[in-house]
């Protein structure tokens, strides 16, 4: 974890709108489709206030875009290299992603690498702030391990197309793939990640602070890891199917 994150002092937004961006994210997890518009009719809020709180949350619908939009002009962004490709081993396909994380007094971020193949998470970190630095702290945790991908896929977001994030993927000769703008489907199974970690952990509890917040989701991905049973996986755990065929 970053060094900020253990001296967290939630702040910066009422209980009123706490509250109602848990909805939203709830909302979302359910209506990725839904903008600030339908978000604001459900909650009976004004759309320029629904927009605010999503945009602080970095979420945005999903539809597909007429125009890819580049998140920083000094950054390249990369080719989508998995469509028609058949994934059928551990460490052919690594991807990362971030997601929003509501807590009793405010929110922080949370990044996962994950194994495609095995839907094993390799690492995760928490953080209060979007900066790039908690997620290459993940990925070098990940690269930490004697495996490296054929492929890494990420969204368009600068975090990941900063130059130190793709640097480090350089490094290892691990080539770079990046989602089209607003296609969730490209990187859909950290997608379902996401939904699992918030139906099966974060939507049941009401985190006080970081602290508490690390503790329980270091629980929970060593459950998911080592215990949790996935259907696409014929009932296997991600851990069994990660190591039994790499």
Same mark, same amino acid.
């Given at each position: 974890?970053?060094?900020?994150?253990?001296?967290?002092?939630?702040?910066?937004?009422?209980?009123?709108?706490? %509250?109602?961006?848990?909805?939203?994210?709830?909302?979302?997890?359910?209506?990725?489709?839904?903008?600030?518009?339908?978000?604001?009719?459900?909650?009976?809020?004004?759309?320029?206030?629904?927009?605010?709180?999503?945009?602080?949350? @970095?979420?945005?619908?999903?539809? *597909?875009?007429?125009?890819?939009?580049?998140?920083?002009?000094? !950054?390249?962004?990369?080719?989508?290299?998995?469509?028609?490709?058949?994934?059928?081993?551990?460490? !052919?396909?690594?991807?990362?992603?971030?997601?929003?994380?509501?807590?009793?007094?405010?929110?922080?971020?949370?990044?996962?690498?994950?194994?495609?193949?095995?839907?094993?998470?390799?690492?995760?970190?928490?953080?209060?702030?979007?900066?790039?630095?908690?997620?290459?702290?993940?990925?070098?945790?990940?690269?930490?391990?004697?495996?490296?991908?054929?492929? +890494?896929?990420?969204?368009?977001?600068?975090? +990941?197309?900063?130059? %130190?994030?793709?640097?480090?993927?350089?490094? !290892? @000769?691990?080539?770079?793939?990046?989602?089209?703008?607003?296609?969730?489907?490209?990187?859909? +199974?950290?997608?379902?990640?996401?939904?699992?970690?918030?139906?099966? %952990?974060?939507?049941?509890?009401?985190? %006080?602070?970081?602290?508490?917040?690390?503790?329980?989701?270091?629980?929970?991905?060593?459950?998911?890891?080592?215990?949790?049973?996935?259907?696409?996986?014929?009932?296997?755990? *991600?851990?069994?199917?990660?190591?039994?065929?790499?």
């Amino acid at each position: 974890m970053n060094r900020s994150t253990y001296y967290f002092s939630p702040q910066g937004e009422s209980e009123t709108n706490l %509250e109602l961006m848990r909805r939203i994210d709830e909302l979302y997890m359910e209506y990725p489709f839904y903008g600030c518009r339908k978000m604001a009719a459900v909650l009976d809020i004004d759309k320029d206030h629904a927009n605010r709180l999503m945009r602080k949350m @970095d979420i945005t619908a999903i539809y *597909p875009k007429p125009k890819i939009t580049v998140p920083n002009v000094d !950054h390249e962004i990369y080719p989508y290299l998995l469509r028609d490709v058949t994934i059928e081993k551990p460490n !052919h396909v690594w991807s990362t992603d971030i997601t929003y994380v509501p807590m009793r007094c405010g929110f922080v971020y949370l990044v996962a690498v994950m194994d495609w193949h095995s839907r094993f998470v390799l690492s995760w970190r928490l953080s209060n702030t979007l900066e790039k630095s908690f997620c290459i702290d993940a990925l070098d945790e990940a690269l930490q391990s004697q495996c490296r991908p054929e492929i +890494f896929n990420t969204d368009q977001g600068s975090q +990941f197309t900063s130059h %130190e994030f793709v640097g480090r993927l350089k490094q !290892h @000769d691990i080539a770079i793939s990046m989602d089209g703008r607003g296609r969730a489907l490209d990187n859909v +199974f950290i997608e379902r990640l996401w939904r699992s970690v918030k139906y099966e %952990e974060i939507y049941l509890r009401s985190y %006080e602070t970081v602290r508490e917040l690390e503790f329980s989701l270091t629980r929970y991905f060593r459950f998911y890891n080592e215990q949790r049973p996935h259907q696409s996986l014929s009932y296997q755990t *991600p851990l069994k199917v990660y190591t039994a065929t790499k």
